[in-house]
């Protein structure tokens, strides 16, 4: 038995959200199918939200194919409401996932190996 999963925080001050995720093991379709009408739906209630996301990459360890097309679709959907996405990790895989991220938001994403620096950054 592998574990895998998204867990999810979600915490709103007016127009804008502090998303928390911990990404563990190979995500998978139902992974993705479980938390995607809870940020759809959080973020559909505020015109023009701005949401700042951090991930703890930590124990991620990729994508199933198909949870890698939901990932990417979840990105084009919200990618404009995002302004800031820190990838906290221990991979060097983990940071080219950054850099290709800001391809398909309006906002920032960036990698860090420090937690205290990425939620520096984040609250910038």
Known sequence: MQRHGLTIGI???DE???LTMKA???LTHEDYAAIT???DGALAEVKGPKVRIFIDATEFEGWEPRAAWDDFKLGLKHGREFEKV???GTRYWQELVARIGNWF???EARYFEDIKTAMSWLND
Request: charged content about 15%; cysteine-free; hydrophobic content about 40%.
């Open 11 to 13: 915490e709103r001050t």
């Open 16 to 18: 804008q959200f502090f």
């Open 86 to 88: 820190a990838i906290y």
């Open 24 to 26: 563990t093991g190979k």
């Open 37 to 39: 009408p809870l940020i």
């Open 105 to 107: 938001i309006s906002g």
